[in-house]
């Protein structure tokens, strides 16, 4: 263990920073259907049944209940297993928890956070393979996370569990196992609405949201070795997105690719696309670049799977193209 730190998988720092702000703030409390999965289990041990709430499968309804203790007071963190189960919650998300701080003029907050497992490459097939952020950033007042690391989600999720709006917290169960070294202080947060820049460079600006991100320094890898200066930069919060750090870093290199797990069609990568068109497009050498997963359901079959995502030969693709220009 180094000197405040301690080195723990992406699900520990799940754990941990449950762990923290339960025993930090008695508001806060755990729900969810298969609570003692995803990083819950060490939690059932140390608290009991009044702040651990193992529910029925019903997202609509539990997810309403704890739209509800979050108008009185309570902090909930709603465990709903599968990002495409948010699809069933919908209505408590956007039509109550979103709405209610506005429709009441200030007098009711909705502290409360909605925890959305992601699975790619594990043959979930079509109805468990959804990555439905961008759906949410169309809904004003949610806020949405998408952690790509142990430290990012250990400092996000209890950035979440403090703040007074509704969140949203997207984890890519692939990074599950992800080691990486992480401060053992209660007290460190990553503010929400801060990207990090993970490479700097010159000559291209890569976006890699979420888990992409592995695969992008990849890339950024390869290019160095053919001479091209990629700028990595991790967005960390899609709502509300750090925009000055995007646009400063393509005012800087005249180029930039996006790359996503998600779908093409009216997705995070559009909308940061028409961010950097409207407001730094002067500074632009070429065409924006997109690499997504195509506007296809997720197959089951594994090999047909390993298609659909991006990989490290479409960002070097991208980026061929980006460098005629």
């Not at 709903?80 to 408590?92: E, K, P, R």
Request: aromatic content about 6%.
């Amino acid at each position: 263990m180094e000197k405040g730190n301690t080195k723990i998988t992406y699900k520990q720092a799940m754990t941990d920073a449950h762990k923290e702000e339960m025993l930090r703030d008695e508001r806060v409390i755990v729900m969810g259907e298969d609570i003692v999965l995803h990083g819950n289990s060490e939690l059932i041990g140390m608290f009991d049944s009044k702040r651990i709430w193992n529910t029925p499968i019903s997202e609509n309804a539990f997810t309403g209940m704890a739209v509800g203790a979050a108008m009185t007071g309570l902090r909930p963190v709603v465990d709903l297993t599968v990002a495409s189960f948010t699809y069933l919650a919908s209505d408590q998300i956007i039509n109550q928890a979103s709405k209610l701080r506005y429709m009441t003029g200030g007098q009711m907050q909705v502290p409360a956070v909605f925890r959305c497992c992601m699975y790619y490459n594990l043959g979930m097939a079509a109805q468990h393979s959804d990555r439905p952020y961008s759906m949410f950033m169309n809904s004003p007042g949610l806020k949405i996370l998408l952690p790509s690391s142990p430290a990012n989600m250990k400092g996000l999720l209890k950035s979440a569990i403090r703040d007074n709006d509704p969140v949203l917290i997207f984890e890519d169960v692939n990074l599950w196992d992800q080691e990486e070294w992480v401060s053992t202080d209660p007290e460190v947060l990553i503010p929400i609405g801060e990207a990090e820049i993970k490479r700097q460079g010159t000559d291209i600006t890569i976006v890699a949201i979420g888990a992409t991100l592995n695969v992008v320094l990849e890339a950024a890898q390869a290019l160095e070795i053919q001479g091209i200066s990629a700028e990595v930069i991790d967005p960390r919060t899609l709502v509300p997105l750090d925009t000055e750090t995007l646009i400063t870093s393509v005012r800087k290199t005249g180029r930039l690719i996006i790359v996503d797990n998600a779908h093409r069609t009216a997705s995070v990568g559009s909308e940061i696309a028409a961010i950097i068109v409207e407001k730094a497009f002067k500074y632009l050498k070429a065409p924006i670049q997109r690499v997504t997963t195509p506007d296809v359901h997720v197959p089951y079959s594994p090999p047909l799977e390993a298609l659909v995502y991006p990989n490290c030969a479409d960002i070097l693709a991208a980026a061929t193209i980006a460098n005629e220009h």
